[in-house]
Structures are given as structure tokens and as C-alpha cells.
């Protein structure tokens, strides 16, 4: 989690879809930290704090995931102006023992097309057997998370999947 909050209570229910998840066998978590780091996002903004310092404050008490914040908003020159109309986002994530964050510098046209302009993404994944291997595995999931925030469409047909590999499952 990497949050110090006070009276924090945490519930869920399990929903058995009957729908094989494919690829996406961390389903759940990937999903739930989108949903957390953007309801950080709107309590910072309600707090009038930056999304940033924001998550400093609250994750004083959590080393490992304050350090890859702290050197992905670094790298990305957090602190620096961006050009007008792009915007940037912050967050972070535990999940299976690594420690990650990402920055991500977008702007939306006029008709509304996305163009992401840089990720800068942080990882303490632990001893590196193979760097090269940690550096696909994280170069894939921003392939993988853009292509499912852009295209990712699932159709679920008499109980089936009907996107079922590369060709009819795009991906960028």
C-alpha cells in the first residue's frame, strides 16, 4: 500500500467473472492501484497540495516505495514548468515484492486525442539477476497498460472471449 493513513479499513469482494483473464493474471491489482493513485490524486487536490508532497507526507514511514517516487519525480524534473497544455502525473506501486513508480507527461488535443510525451518510471525490484530482463518486463508494461488505456477493448460472446490473440487484440 506505502501509505501511513490513519483508521484505514480496506474491504473487498470476490466476483468469479467465469471469463479466463488471459494475460491479464494480476488482474485486480493492476486495476486497484489506477484506482488508488488517481483518488490520491483528488484527495491531494482537495488537500490544495501537490500530488507529489502529497504522497511524500503520507509515505514517510515507507522507504522502499519514497525511494522510487522520489527517483522517478527526479529523473522526470518533476518540479520543472511544463510547456503549456501538457500535463503530468505521479504514482506508485507495490505489488509481488517490486517497487515502481511512474511519471507520465500528457496533453489532449482539441479533439481530444491523447499524446503521451514521456514516462519516466522508477523499480526496486530487489537483487538484479538480469537487467535486461527487468528492463523489458518494465518497458512491456507500459506497452501493455497504454495499449489496454487506448484500445483495450474486451468482448465477452456466449460466455468466451472474443478477442483471443495479437490480431484481433491491439496493442501499440
Request: overall charge neutral.
Amino acid at each position: 500500500f506505502g501509505y501511513t493513513v490513519p483508521n484505514l479499513l480496506i474491504e473487498y469482494a470476490m466476483r468469479n467473472t467465469h471469463v479466463p483473464v488471459g494475460p491479464w493474471r494480476g488482474v485486480n491489482t493492476n486495476q486497484n492501484s489506477v484506482y488508488l493513485e488517481c483518488f490520491m490524486d483528488e484527495v491531494a487536490r482537495a488537500a490544495g497540495k501537490d500530488p507529489l508532497q502529497f504522497r511524500r507526507e503520507l509515505m514517510a514511514k515507507h522507504p522502499k516505495h519514497l525511494a522510487v517516487l522520489n527517483a522517478a519525480a527526479e529523473k522526470a524534473d518533476y518540479g520543472k514548468p511544463l510547456p503549456a497544455g501538457v500535463h503530468r502525473g505521479i504514482a506508485q506501486f507495490m505489488g509481488y515484492g517490486s517497487y515502481s513508480a511512474a511519471v507520465a507527461e500528457v496533453s489532449v488535443s482539441g479533439e481530444g486525442r491523447v499524446k503521451v510525451h514521456r514516462m519516466v518510471l522508477a523499480i526496486d525490484c530487489g537483487h538484479a539477476v538480469n537487467p535486461q530482463q527487468i528492463a523489458a518486463q518494465v518497458e512491456g508494461s507500459v506497452v501493455y497498460g497504454l495499449s489496454a488505456t487506448f484500445y483495450g477493448e474486451c468482448t465477452v460472446e456466449n460466455g468466451c472471449m472474443r478477442e483471443s490473440n495479437f490480431h484481433n487484440y491491439l496493442l501499440l
